[in-house]
């Protein structure tokens, strides 16, 4: 698993197109938040949830072998059990890394993605992880470079 500063910088910063597996349509849920974020700073999200035609403005597709052109990052919020299969179809289509959310660590998934050469993550949010190591925490009202206790005037 890569867990280091390093590597993590160098994951968020390769992988551009995230296919969000387990993407919800309803706003106050995490995995609508962080594809959000993801969206605002620049990143190609695509839904995968048979649920939901459209999630954030882009067409949902049921399942990771649906979707069309290359994938660099599949981002899983489902729960670990679900994971093996999902692990499958990321090195399937060709992903650069399999992540594992917050709350989400199966280590057949992780060990099946880093013996096809897939950066592998787990237990962590692409969200937190992007704001903590690129600046973005200032959305949540800290880092924003205001090093004092003054006033602003």
């Known amino acids: ?8 910088r160098r994951i968020l910063r390769s992988c551009k197109t995230i296919a969000v597996v387990g993407l919800s349509a309803e706003w106050h849920r995490p995995s609508h938040f962080a594809a959000k974020y993801l969206q605002h700073h620049g990143y190609r999200i ?3 949830n048979p649920r ?3 999630i954030l403005g882009v067409p949902c597709v049921a399942r990771l072998e649906d979707i069309d052109g290359p994938v660099d990052m599949v981002d899983v919020f489902r729960k670990p059990d679900d ?3 999902i692990a499958a179809s990321a090195v399937a289509i060709g992903a650069k890394c399999l992540w594992q959310q917050l709350g989400v660590m199966n280590a057949e998934a992780d060990a099946m993605a880093r013996a096809a050469g897939l950066d592998s993550v787990m237990d962590r949010c692409v969200k937190i992880e992007h704001a903590r190591l690129f600046g973005g925490l200032h959305w949540a009202g800290v880092n924003t470079g205001v090093i004092s206790a003054r006033r602003a005037t």
Not at 1 to 8: E, F, H, T
């Open 83 to 85: 994971v093996p299969p």
């Open 1 to 8: 698993m890569q867990d280091d500063i390093a590597s993590l």
């Open 52 to 54: 939901y035609k459209e």
């Open 46 to 48: 695509i839904p995968v």
